[in-house]
């Protein structure tokens, strides 16, 4: 069984700047991909980012280009999500989360084509 293991949440101020990391503990790790996603109260969960997990390919939601960058340590099965010019809105729980089929890009930015879960770490932005 693979766990991920999200740390890094916390309060920050707006325009401010956070790490998250996503660490990939258990059985032996084989990920095509590894991703991102964030839900706010009373919204549905959303994708933030993605990367592959060999060519270190990288994908982004619009709301976030420029902003946030996802990387990888392959080395260590991490996964990290640096996030800068954080905004109020941004506030959610953050996910990680790891597919392990090929899938095309646009499949990157669907909840249902990755297979483990994270438990989530709180990101508050402060206005």
């Known amino acids: 069984q693979v766990q991920l293991v999200e740390s890094g949440g916390r309060l920050v101020q707006a325009e401010g700047s956070l790490r998250l990391s996503c660490a990939a503990v258990?059985?032996?790790?084989?990920?095509?991909?590894m991703g991102w996603f964030r839900q706010a109260p009373g919204k549905e969960r959303e994708f933030v980012a993605a990367?592959?997990?060999?060519?270190?390919?990288?994908y982004y939601a619009d709301s976030v280009k420029g902003r946030f960058t996802i990387s990888r340590n392959f080395a260590r099965n991490t996964v990290y999500l640096q996030m800068n010019s954080l905004k109020p809105e941004e506030t959610a729980v953050y996910y990680c989360?790891?597919?392990?089929?090929?899938?095309?890009?646009?499949?990157?930015?669907?909840?249902?084509?990755?297979?483990?879960w994270g438990q989530g770490t709180q990101v508050t932005v402060s206005s």
């Open positions: 990367i592959t997990w060999r060519s270190a390919t990288t």
């Open positions: 258990g059985r032996t790790f084989s990920a095509y991909a």
């Open positions: 989360a790891a597919g392990t089929s090929p899938s095309p890009p646009v499949g990157l930015f669907t909840k249902k084509n990755y297979d483990y």
